[in-house]
């Protein structure tokens, strides 16, 4: 079975279970098992274009959302300019083919 064609109803790999029981016991610290889990679920369904551009808008979408739907303190937590926020959310409008 090809990765694109996997079962929904499989089983968790070991970095997934270890990231549920991480978020499960609160412990959000562990960014670098959470980005592995979702490599992990993303390589061979989507080129490393797509997964950026998708990493690139979750994050930014996220930090909206905390920051009340301000892009200059989304930014801000990014660690980006407001520019930056602004010409993600472009893109992710606008997807080249």
Same mark, same amino acid.
């Given at each position: 079975?090809? =990765?694109?064609?996997? /079962? =929904?109803?499989?089983? =968790?790999? @070991?970095?997934?279970?270890?990231? %549920?029981?991480?978020?499960?016991?609160?412990?959000?610290?562990? /960014?670098?098992?959470?980005?592995?889990?979702? #490599?992990?679920? &993303? &390589?061979?369904?989507?080129?490393?274009?797509?997964?950026? %551009?998708?990493?690139?808008?979750?994050? &930014?979408?996220?930090?909206?959302?905390?920051?009340?739907?301000?892009?200059? #303190? @989304?930014?801000?937590?990014?660690?980006?300019?407001?520019? @930056? &926020?602004?010409?993600?959310?472009?893109?992710?409008?606008? =997807?080249?083919?």
């Amino acid at each position: 079975m090809t =990765p694109s064609t996997r /079962s =929904p109803s499989r089983h =968790p790999t @070991a970095t997934e279970s270890r990231l %549920a029981r991480t978020i499960k016991d609160g412990d959000p610290s562990d /960014s670098r098992l959470a980005i592995q889990a979702a #490599a992990e679920t &993303v &390589v061979g369904r989507m080129s490393l274009g797509e997964a950026l %551009a998708l990493f690139r808008k979750t994050m &930014v979408d996220l930090a909206l959302a905390k920051q009340q739907g301000s892009r200059r #303190a @989304a930014a801000k937590i990014l660690g980006v300019t407001r520019p @930056a &926020v602004q010409h993600i959310l472009r893109l992710s409008k606008n =997807p080249t083919p």
